[in-house]
């Protein structure tokens, strides 16, 4: 089981032993010669020192086995499937993304999946929540707003404490932690996802039993051939859908942004920097950062030190082009991404888009809460 | 081989040594988290320059760019300092972050637009520069399973060679923009402590008591070729060349002097030092400095003699 480059960095010593710079103050971990200390995973996911103690924890918990336990003991299981995890299949099989999804859930349903529901409503709430936070930061100028979805970036930052850095990040819950309240999800809620990190992340909040990866729902689905299942379903339910094969965060909330600052409706471009993987939104006054990768997290974290960045929201990802290239995703090139990228974003140019807002008000409140308490 | 003077100084081991590329000043770090610049002056070798107060912790390293202008200072605090020549003393310019604790060592690439610098975190990063001398972390690379011990740049590509307490050498190159592990040295039986590269070939010294040889072959490859042991009778901290000798330093205190294409010995110094020698460096054919756990820098004149 791999982590993301961010986790995998620190030292791996199987000894529970709180690091140096642990966020939950030490006093709090009473350790003795004898006595082993008893941390718990949420008090301990910011903090490099425990994370080998808690892999094994996830390991035994985290993983098919449990899936297929549940399966056999006939509970009302249901799978959703995020975004990142359906596009990398998808990009695999070479199919399109609703047939994906509803082979799929075939699949699933075949062997004994109660129900299986797309994320992409979850994505549209929250990413509506972020855009709120946005403006109301924005406003009063207490920007930049740094992204809180990706695991790898998020515990990075903890684990640093430097709570000028957290501060920053937004407060928002991410799209997996909300997904069991939107939809109405009842039973034990199995959530598909592109990163093993999201399995540190599922410890934070009710609503998530079991997190697996996207390699890992291609092993259920083993014996089954993807492209034979034929038969139509359609319960894709989105507005926004995907123009890139991340979260999609930057781009969100700067056409809204744009629309309700200026007035003006553009479609976006984003321009490529000097640093590799770090891109720019700008229109006006307003200038958003994508950026992805261990060593651009140094670099963004480097320029906000010495005051050298200018952008209003930063969107940050740990893994190196963003959560296509997740570590629990089926594995591609650097060139296929790039291709993809531009095709999706090509796709959803030419295609009509339903720009209607979705009537989210009860979600709203459903969701809005600090994601950031670990 | 002669010893021209001791340099007193640093308050407790000396850890490493540099000579300026033109070889008119030689930079010296110590676990005191101090840098001494020394220079010759008309009665001998002068401090001319002592940099304190910007590492927390040990200084593990110093290297001149090649240019000349700046020195980086690697420490245990987890920085790396860059310090910029002026005429009549250094400035410290910035302070690169990021290593999650003991930096061992670093490098810069030939044209100094990358500064390489690894750690006890097992990583290796990879610091470019632009002309605004601005730093960027262009890459953060993991392989090596331990603690990483010292790199080393190709004097004419893009190539680095990184020494682990994993008993590894690895080989890393930048390709498109990437910087990919293109082989790694297995042969070694405890830690690498030096690597050079010896032309295209390569030199390791170990605390397996070995010196090795690997040389480039017809597969685009580096294949151990020579292991030279019964040398030294404790761990090897440094190694050095130039375009006629290798040198190695160990903790027997000894410095042993070998011709580069033979490898065979020319000189042995016994005792040159009172304690274990973590670094030696030659200035050019005729000149040589060594730094002690004994708290000494050692100056020495090698002879025309070795070479016939």
Redesign the interface.
């Known amino acids: 089981m791999e982590f993301s ?1 961010t986790v ?4 791996l010593n199987d000894f529970l032993r709180p690091s140096e710079k642990c966020s939950v103050h030490n006093s709090m971990i009473k350790t003795s010669s004898k006595n082993t200390a008893k941390v718990s995973l949420s008090d301990c996911l910011a903090c ?1 020192g425990c994370i080998t103690s808690a892999e094994s924890v996830l390991l035994e918990t985290h993983s098919l086995a449990t899936l297929q336990e549940k399966l056999l003991q006939n509970e009302i299981i249901t799978i959703s499937i995020s975004q990142q995890s359906l596009l990398s299949i998808s990009d695999r099989f070479s199919m399109s993304f609703d047939d994906t999804f509803n082979k799929l859930s075939q699949i699933l349903k075949k062997k004994g999946v109660n129900q299986v529901i797309d994320m992409c409503h979850a994505r549209d709430i929250v990413l509506e929540c972020c855009y709120q936070e946005f403006m109301i930061k924005y406003q009063s100028g207490n920007v930049p707003i740094l992204s809180s979805e990706c695991p790898g970036w998020l515990c990075y930052a903890l684990k640093k404490g430097d709570s000028k850095l957290v501060n920053l990040m937004s407060t928002q819950k991410t799209p997996m932690l909300v997904q069991k309240n939107i939809r109405n999800i009842i039973g034990y809620h199995v959530v598909v996802m592109p990163c093993y990190d999201k399995k540190l992340e599922s410890f934070m909040e009710q609503g998530v039993e079991l997190v697996l990866t996207t390699t890992e729902l291609m092993e259920i689905c083993q014996g089954f051939e993807l492209e034979e299942c034929n038969e139509v379903q359609n319960n894709f339910y989105s507005t926004t859908k995907i123009k890139t094969s991340s979260m999609g965060y930057a781009e969100y909330i700067f056409t809204r942004a744009v629309k309700d600052i200026y007035g003006e409706d553009i479609e976006i471009e984003p321009k490529s920097t ?3 993987d770090v891109y720019e939104i700008e229109f006006r006054d307003l200038k958003f950062c994508i950026a992805s990768g ?3 997290i ?2 963004i974290i ?1 320029d906000l030190k010495t005051k050298k960045s200018n952008y209003s929201y930063i969107e940050i990802m740990a893994c190196p082009m963003g959560c296509l290239n997740g570590g629990g995703q089926l594995r591609t090139t650097r060139e296929k991404i790039i291709e993809l990228e531009s095709s999706t974003r090509n796709y959803y140019k030419t295609s009509t888009l339903n720009t209607e807002l979705p009537s989210i008000e009860r979600e709203l409140k459903l969701v809005q809460g600090n994601n950031l308490k670990w | 081989m002669e010893k021209l003077q001791t340099l007193s100084g640093h308050d407790g081991r000396v850890w490493h040594i540099d000579w300026s590329p033109s070889g008119d000043l030689l930079a010296s770090c110590g676990s005191d988290k101090k840098i001494y610049i020394w220079k010759l002056e008309h009665n001998g070798w002068q401090v001319v320059d002592r940099l304190d107060g910007s590492h927390t912790k040990s200084i593990r390293k110093v290297k001149w760019s090649r240019s000349g202008v700046l020195l980086a200072s690697a420490s245990f605090d987890g920085t790396v300092v860059i310090w910029k020549r002026t005429p009549g003393s250094m400035e410290a310019c910035l302070t690169l ?2 290593h ?1 604790n003991e930096v061992k060592g670093l490098s810069w690439s030939i044209d100094d637009k990358y500064l390489a610098t690894c750690s006890r ?3 290796i990063w990879i610091w470019e520069t ?1 002309i605004d001398f601005e730093y ?5 690379l ?1 392989k090596h399973t331990q603690d990483i011990k010292e790199i080393s740049f190709h004097s004419t590509q893009y190539l680095l060679l990184s020494a682990s307490y994993d008993n590894t050498i690895a080989i890393w190159s930048l390709q498109s ?1 990437d910087w990919i592990c293109i082989n790694t040295l297995l042969g070694h039986e405890s830690t690498v402590w030096d690597i050079k590269w010896l032309n295209n070939n390569i030199i390791s010294v170990s605390d397996d008591l070995t010196l090795k040889y690997w040389q480039l072959e017809d597969d685009n490859k580096h294949h151990l070729k020579k292991t030279i042991s019964g040398i030294h009778s404790r761990s090897i901290y440094s190694v050095d060349c130039s375009e006629n000798i290798i040198v190695t330093s160990a903790g027997d205190d000894k410095i042993v002097i070998y011709q580069n294409d033979t490898f065979n010995i020319l000189h042995i110094e016994e005792n040159a030092h009172n304690n274990d020698i973590n670094a030696v460096r030659l200035c050019n054919e005729n000149f040589m400095a060594s730094a002690s756990d004994d708290g000494k820098i050692c100056i020495w004149k090698l002879s025309l003699s070795l070479y016939h």
């Open positions: 480059g995998k960095i620190t030292d490099s000097r640093r590799r261990f060593q651009n140094q670099n480097r | 972050e990021g999650e975190d097992k990583t632009d960027d972390t262009h890459a953060v993991s923009d």
